[in-house]
């Protein structure tokens, strides 16, 4: 019999196992890309970039992703606004926002429990209120909104 490794049990919703390489990573994006506010467009050939969008106040803001199992794999010498990866295992890493799904998941040896992955917020930049205040708008009506939008997204999950 062949011998068969998997990662630590996480339970999501299509996925039993955490992943354990670049094909595993981009599967677990999948099951959860709705409810973190992001939608992709399309996929490199090398399963390692990613053109994707998020909805912003001011509309849904294209992003290029970059896929990475290990956050160590990722060469800054790309044009890119998001890393996604499922280990962060970079303590100095300098580059764009970046997104470690494994943070969504507790991984224990009973956990087997998913965390409520977070809400748009969490992955704006943090130069989006000044860019709002700019605009024109208030810092109430920006939170209002992003609170809505998180509300939202919350429900898409429950769902």
Known sequence: MEKSFVGDPIQWSGLVYSPLNNAGLLFALGTVAGSIGLIFEEFGDDFKTAICRRK???????LKVELAYRSSEYFPDEDIDLLICWIDDNAGYVGPMKLVLSEYADIGDNA???????????????????????RGHSRE???????????????????
């Open 56 to 62: 912003t106040p001011s509309g849904w803001e294209r």
């Open 112 to 134: 087997m429990i998913v965390k409520e992955l977070p809400g748009l917020e969490s992955i704006l930049p943090e130069s989006a209120a000044d860019d709002l205040m700019d």
């Open 141 to 159: 009506s920006y939170e209002e909104t992003i609170k809505l939008l998180d509300e939202q997204i919350k429900k898409l999950k429950k769902d």
